[in-house]
């Protein structure tokens, strides 16, 4: 039996001898976690924390669950691997499992070991499948860590990453992060989908693959999309038989009160990406989901790509049991419900302190922006630091919440199965805690 490590020497021998990411090792002061369960995790010395990020937006059924490690138990007594080009009983089911769950035409499915991985696979089938080149993307926007995602993205973490692969046209999402396109939300969606549809005259419409959106913007905002613009970038796809792919790494599986967070607008894209809480991260797994006019495509053409861990027996059966606990244990309803009583919980928020500026949030999927006076102005400047915001993420970790704190922003992510006892529990602590921010309020 292993023996146990201190919290002390498990920060340590980690630092001493892995690579953190998106940070200056010098700088790193990791959370050791030795033990997790439902919305909870321990340091090796007892201390618990309330995960209110699911890790990296991901732990979707929350913490240990037994039905997924069972799954993963009896998977490795049976058969731990195979090669892609191979036939398996657990790919044959899960293939076959998210087909009926996810909306027509979408059907065929193709899995990698994570959501960079997806997105690259996913722009591959659209340029073989078009024979075009350029991707349309946008500023505020996440897609991963490789050298082709990365440069999708729109956010600072591309900078060091430079220049960009060719054929990127990066667009404003339809909220910018100071420039508006509207007071309303159908205005914004008009004004954002002209400005985008001439942005396509000067680079040539019949120049793109594809379109590609995180379907709600994750990591720079948690930004739902105004009424009317998916169905509109629907529109402006079909008229130039441009493909529309959404990135649902984030956003997807749940977390937003609805299985797919494109349910929510009435449109279907011809492919979606996927990772994160596909197996709750329970183990590694992505997958590109294709329409069918998509697939129906490299059933006489070939698909130019591979991974030596597609489809990998493991990480299929822990997707499947993953998805049949969400499914059964009604956790996707559960985000819709306790949408209501986070938002709440943010009005209680704004009327006690000062530095609260507005909160987001769809299903269980929430951020909150802090201000430093009554202008609006954010408490951190954007890419930045601040006194205030470094308090306040101490704060957080004294009281045991575990979360995502960005420049003014913080997010709000809990598993699904969290209670709305445990939420408003949560929020009563983070109450707690923003009376640190407000001591650097200007009146």
Request: glycine content about 6%.
């Amino acid at each position: 039996m292993t023996e146990a490590m201190s919290s002390d020497e498990m920060i340590r021998l980690c630092k001493d001898h892995t690579l953190y990411t998106w940070a200056k090792q010098s700088a790193v002061h990791p959370v050791p976690i030795a033990r997790a369960e439902g919305i909870y995790f321990w340091t090796p010395d007892g201390k618990r924390y309330t995960d209110f990020n699911s890790q990296l937006m991901s732990v979707n059924i929350g913490h240990h669950h037994p039905k997924v490690r069972d799954a993963i138990k009896r998977q490795a007594d049976e058969l731990v691997f195979a090669h892609p080009q191979s036939a398996t009983a657990v790919r044959a089911r899960v293939g076959k499992l998210f087909a009926d769950i996810t909306p027509n035409p979408i059907n065929t499915f193709f899995f990698t070991l994570g959501g960079a991985e997806a997105n690259e696979n996913a722009l591959r089938a659209a340029k073989l499948m078009t024979g075009r080149q350029k991707i349309l993307v946008r500023h505020r926007a996440y897609h991963g860590a490789t050298n082709l995602t990365i440069n999708l993205t729109g956010d600072p973490r591309r900078w060091p990453n430079e220049p960009s692969a060719p054929g990127i046209v990066r667009v404003l999402d339809p909220q910018p992060y100071k420039y508006s396109f509207g007071a309303d939300d159908e205005t914004r969606a008009q004004q954002n989908l002209l400005y985008l549809e001439e942005i396509l005259m000067y680079e040539n419409p019949k120049s793109f693959a594809a379109i590609l959106v995180e379907t709600v913007t994750g990591t720079n905002g948690i930004l739902p999309p105004p009424k009317g613009y998916m169905e509109g970038l629907r529109r402006i796809c079909d008229e130039h038989g441009i493909l529309l792919i959404c990135d649902e790494v984030m956003a997807g599986f749940g977390r937003t009160g609805k299985l797919y967070a494109f349910e929510h607008f009435n449109i279907v894209p011809d492919i979606v990406t996927l990772a994160k809480g596909l197996t709750s991260s329970y183990l590694p797994l992505g997958a590109v989901g294709l329409s069918d006019k998509v697939a129906d495509f490299f059933k006489e053409n070939v698909f130019a790509g591979g991974l030596t861990y597609n489809s990998h027996p493991m990480l299929l059966a822990c997707a499947e049991a993953n998805v049949q606990v969400m499914l059964e244990e009604g956790m996707i309803e559960n985000a819709a419900r306790l949408e209501h009583v986070m938002k709440d919980e943010y009005k209680k928020l704004a009327a006690r302190h000062p530095t609260f500026k507005k909160g987001r949030a769809i299903g269980l999927f929430g951020m909150i922006d802090l201000q430093k006076n009554s202008k609006g102005e954010p408490l951190c400047a954007y890419n930045g630091t601040s006194v205030a915001m470094t308090e306040f993420a101490k704060a957080l970790d004294a009281h045991g919440i575990f979360t995502f704190v960005r420049w003014n922003s913080f997010t709000c992510i809990p598993p699904l199965c969290i209670t709305e006892e445990q939420l408003r529990e949560t929020f009563a602590t983070i109450s707690k805690c923003l009376e640190v921010t407000d001591k650097y309020f200007e009146s």
